[in-house]
Nanobody, 120 residues
Framework: EVQLVESGGGMVQPGGSLRLSCAAS????????MTWVREAPGKGPEWVST???????EYADSVKGRFAISRDNAKNTLYLQMNSLKPEDSARYYC??????????????WGQGTQVTVSA
């Protein structure tokens, strides 16, 4: 069974930083493309970033230059380093298996997510 457990969220001031983690199990993590998705109330799901085994990293325009996706295959863990946070980044962040379109399709596998709130 695919299991994804997000952590690391919290409340930060604008301009602050957070590092999210996603502990993965139930599949071959090192062979999997991985994605971060976020949801804000009334806004719907928004793709954030993907790290592909073959093609590397991809970012939504809204987070380019501020966020960095990475992984530690030895620990079966995906990360999202978030810098220069803005109020618009406030959302619940989810880890998902697969490239962008595939990952967003399987909402039931996103796990509980971790809440990020950017506010003064």
């Amino acid at each position: 069974e695919v299991q994804l457990v997000e952590s690391g969220g919290g409340m930060v001031q604008p301009g602050g930083s957070l590092r999210l983690s996603c502990a993965a199990s139930g599949f071959s993590f090192s062979n999997a493309d991985m994605t971060w998705v976020r949801e804000a109330p009334g806004k719907g799901p928004e793709w954030v970033s993907t790290i592909n085994i073959i093609s590397g990293t991809e970012y939504a325009d809204s987070v380019k230059g501020r966020f960095a996706i990475s992984r530690d295959n030895a620990k079966n863990t995906l990360y999202l380093q978030m810098n220069s946070l803005k109020p618009e980044d406030s959302a619940r962040y989810y880890c998902a298996r697969g490239p962008r379109n595939v990952a967003m399709m399987w909402r039931d596998y996103w796990g509980q997510g971790t809440q990020v709130t950017v506010s003064a």
